[in-house]
Nanobody, 124 residues
Framework: VQLQASGGGLVQAGGSLRLSCVAS??????????MGWFRQAPGKERELVAA???????NYEESVKGRFTISRDNAKNTLYLQMNNLKSRDTAVYYC?????????????????WGQGTLVTVSS
């Protein structure tokens, strides 16, 4: 399974970005996987930003509720993260991840596959 994330970049505080993650693999059925976005800032632990189960249940980290929206397009094997009203504390490397058990919780250890990460930098 390969997860290819893109869409990161430099943005001013208050601005928006949309991250995308394209999933592929010979035996990978995207629609049956829980998918998530984690982030890791320098010197900090990796934390869940948002996750979505196979049947569309959502989970958000408290500080991004109302600003970020996670979604998936099963026909395109693609996961999205729309990030609005970005703040300097959102600066981090963002990772796409997949769970074969349709897990969509906070523990990074319950996710089976990880993408390479895309850097989001928010300037104040």
């Amino acid at each position: 399974v390969q997860l290819q994330a893109s869409g990161g970049g430099l943005v001013q505080a208050g601005g928006s970005l949309r991250l995308s993650c394209v999933a592929s693999g010979r035996t990978f059925t995207f629609s049956s996987y829980g998918m998530g976005w984690f982030r890791q800032a320098p010197g900090k632990e990796r934390e869940l930003v948002a996750a979505i189960s196979a049947n569309g249940r959502l989970n958000y980290e408290e500080s991004v509720k109302g600003r970020f929206t996670i979604s998936r397009d099963n026909a395109k094997n693609t996961l999205y993260l729309q990030m609005n009203n970005l703040k300097s504390r959102d600066t981090a490397v963002y990772y796409c991840t997949a769970s074969s058990g349709s897990y969509y919780g906070f523990s990074p250890f319950s996710y089976d596959y990880w993408g390479q990460g895309t850097l989001v930098t928010v300037s104040s």
